[in-house]
């Protein structure tokens, strides 16, 4: 297997480039042009990301005139079954690679196994690439299909008979990958090194928040649910009726298959790849 820092030819842009240089711009900056439209000016956004990783994505929200609106559905905590996690870290040093799924599979994983890490290392989606990169990784990532199936489609995933492969990620993590890379003929081990616990909040809060929002941002199927659940009946058709931004396009299905009418999935599962979506989704909607 041969790796480098990105291989996967880019798919044909679901955005137009203006859409594309106003996304650098907010990414490096924080802000936009001041001479060009706002174009989330007046809208109310639903930011459902735990809270320690929401703040980059509120402040693109609101530099492009929106209103985010936070209410983080997941707290993230170790497993709870952190030393069997450790041990396996420890004992997978010489894997062919191992392959992380989320940011929070990065942060876990170093503290509970910081020096020895291979050679290889590859991730999921962009946020969990940067994660590596800033701990001086180098990694192996997609270069636009930020997804499980991304992944699978980079050359040095197809064939990989006798290696070891371990992957990080959090408790009931992506159940794709391991299936798909045995079937390729690989030895693969999962490390759950975190999990997600759902928040509780009271009707009122949930109700007053789905009435109060034009769009909602979700980020995985266990946050997506417990909204559901979490929505009191009375409010419910209008949440399932709200635009709905969400990480890909099994998830697509998925809130399709839960009732949302417009769920969709942005082109890169950036931040600012999800404001693009937010802003299309919504002056479609006029």
Request: aromatic share 4%.
């Amino acid at each position: 297997m041969r790796w480098r820092n990105a291989c996967c030819s880019t798919a044909p842009a679901r955005f137009s480039a203006r859409w594309a240089s106003r996304s650098e711009a907010m990414s490096a900056s924080g802000a936009t042009d001041p001479s060009k439209p706002q174009v989330l000016a007046g809208r109310r956004i639903l930011v459902t990301r735990p809270a320690h990783q929401a703040d980059l994505l509120c402040r693109l929200i609101e530099a492009e005139g929106g209103k985010a609106l936070r209410l983080p559905l997941l707290s993230i905590v170790p497993a709870p079954h952190a030393g069997g996690a450790r041990r396996l870290l420890e004992a997978s040093r010489g894997a062919d690679a191992w392959i992380f799924t989320s940011a929070n599979a990065v942060q876990h994983a170093r503290l509970l196994c910081p020096e020895g890490w291979p050679a290889q290392l590859a991730a999921v989606g962009a946020a969990t690439a940067a994660a590596l990169e800033a701990g001086g990784h180098p990694v192996l990532t997609p270069a636009a299909n930020y997804s499980s199936e991304g992944l699978l489609e980079l050359p040095q995933f197809r064939d990989v008979r006798g290696q070891r492969l371990l992957i990080v990620t959090g408790e009931r993590g992506l159940g794709v990958l391991a299936p798909a890379l045995r079937g390729r003929g690989a030895t693969v081990e999962v490390a759950e090194v975190y999990r997600r616990v759902p928040l509780p909040y009271d009707g009122a809060h949930i109700a007053e928040a789905v009435r109060a929002c034009h769009a909602v941002v979700i980020t995985s199927g266990e946050a997506l649910q417990h909204l559901l659940r979490l929505t009191p009946e009375p409010q419910r058709a209008r949440l399932l009726g709200l635009k709905l931004v969400v990480p890909g396009a099994r998830m697509v299905e998925k809130a399709a298959e839960l009732g949302f009418r417009t769920p969709l999935a942005p082109e890169k599962m950036t931040d600012p790849g999800i404001v693009q979506a937010l802003a299309q989704a919504l002056a479609a909607a006029h």
